[in-house]
């Protein structure tokens, strides 16, 4: 919907510069291209750029409650704003507008902090109350959805959606080489990091508090938590809540699209649409070369609901002008191919006049979608040579780069879960670097990280893969590049699986989504429940996803630009110039290339 950004000044006496504000806005109009507002107070500011989605005319922010003395700006929607607005009325109070931002202020004065968990949505807001000591209060939703990077220098709090505003400030930017080393192995940047030193990416479910000066973040909601946190029906079932969902998601001012693959996911949302809309634009893309498309199967169903379909397609010789737009764009790289599909159909939906899209992001993850949740004879294996961990480089060098990944795979669970949510080959990307002090950083940080839900080598637990996907994959490699790439085309992108009720719902009854399923024969839960409503041709078809056949098209390294990188020294010339025609090495080599071109712009 919008785009926030914001700086708190710890000396009380230095009053924030609206011009730096100004500036700071000004690197997110396409998240915001219908309107701009701020607010300054003392040593506080708050800017916003908006996408009208809801309420165009008079919702404009900041907003300010009639005592003058509590504001917001909020960057998202609220879909159950309607409901939340109702109980509001009923208990006396009185609107001057009728979208969500406003009920999230009534919300807080009414509530105070545990408003948040009465709302339903994704969401960055920033509260100042001044009714006591001066409060400053920044919320992130409770998947990660929407973005929100905050950064500690100079005795200020700076905080903004796109991390291209700290630029406009007086903070001391640079690349961070610990942020590049992992981002070379998962393709993202992991838990609260970014592409810069000192800038940090708020968690999911967390919030930043300024009270009496003092700085503090909270942990306000855990995926994790066998509760119900918020108002819940106790005999409202699974489907209920999804189909609530969806049709929530569906709550806009403006046109409608769906990105539609062959997949389960979009094939329910758009099932679950057709109840209540008459048509629909569904957009998928195909790649040249791809043995597995999309569009044939997602344009059949399309049909089948009588829907509007439109399929773009993606040729080798267009994707290096693809990436140098897309890199230019983006705040921070990413080495995930399945952004470019995204980047695409939100660009032809607002060429077509379309503000917001659905997409099925997040069933995966929530449902058991992914092969890495099932066992299988080579997931037994993993860990099974912890003992050799001591000397894993010098062991690896020994085996052809086939092979070398999964060796490491056999020396950690936590290593094959790096490479298996990336598809990275590890050993590629641990042997082209040249000092053995960044390779230890890589493995040490996966066992740190990962190690805090993966307690044991020995021991099999599935769960634990789902429960890593939803703290670590889904948020930093799905939804920030998600929502980064569609606001770049001023689209916002809405998942109507990542409703929180669905995960409180999941854990509190305990349910194994992972339960009589396999790899070929995933979500089963989902599959049972539409197994009666969808045509049988779209659980017969296998998982293809979003990707770029990158081993296809045999990425080559850019080694111009690989020679300009300011981190090209951390690596061994003789293995990555050496291999420039191993095929193998394409998805190192599409990951560094990524890199560059971003870094060219930035």
Known sequence: MCGICGIYNFNKDQFVDLNILKNMNGEMVSRGPDSDGYYVHKNFGMAMRRLSIIDAKTSSQPITNSGGNISIIFNGEIYNYIELRDVLIDSGEQFKTSGDAEVILKLYE???????KYLNGMFSICLIDKRNELKILLYRDRYGIKPLYYSLQNNQLIFASNLNCFKKTNQDIQKSHESFLL????????????????????????LIKVNENKFSTVQYFSLNKNIRNSPVNETEELSDILKNSIKINLRSDVKIGLMLSSGIDSSIIAYEIKNILNNLNCYSVDFEGKEQNESVMAKKFANFLDFSHETLIVSKNKLDKITEDLFMG???????????????????ARLNGTKVLLSG?????????????????KSKMYGSLFFFKFANCSLSKLLPYKYQNYFYKMLSKKYAYAS???????????????DKKHRDFILDYFEKIFGEIIKSEICENRGDIMALDLKYYLPGNILLPFDKVTMLNGVEGRVPFLDHRIIQEINFKKLNMTKNGTAKKNKVFLRNLYSEKLPEYIFKSSKKGFNIPIDQWNEKLNVNLFNKNCFSNSFSKDVVIGNMDNFEFSSFFYNLNSYCKWEKYH
């Open 110 to 116: 009414k509530h105070g902090e545990n408003f948040i």
């Open 330 to 348: 983006l705040d921070e790289p990413c080495g995930d191919t399945a952004i470019i599909p995204s980047y695409l159909i939100s660009q032809k």
């Open 361 to 377: 992001a997040g069933g995966d993850e929530l449902f058991g979608g992914y092969s890495r949740h099932y066992n299988n004879l």
């Open 183 to 206: 981002y070379l192995s998962l393709n993202y940047f992991p838990d609260d990091r970014t592409v810069y030193k000192n800038i940090f990416s708020l968690r999911p479910g967390h």
């Open 420 to 434: 298996n949510t990336s598809g990275q080959n590890l050993g590629i990307v641990l042997n082209s670097l040249n």
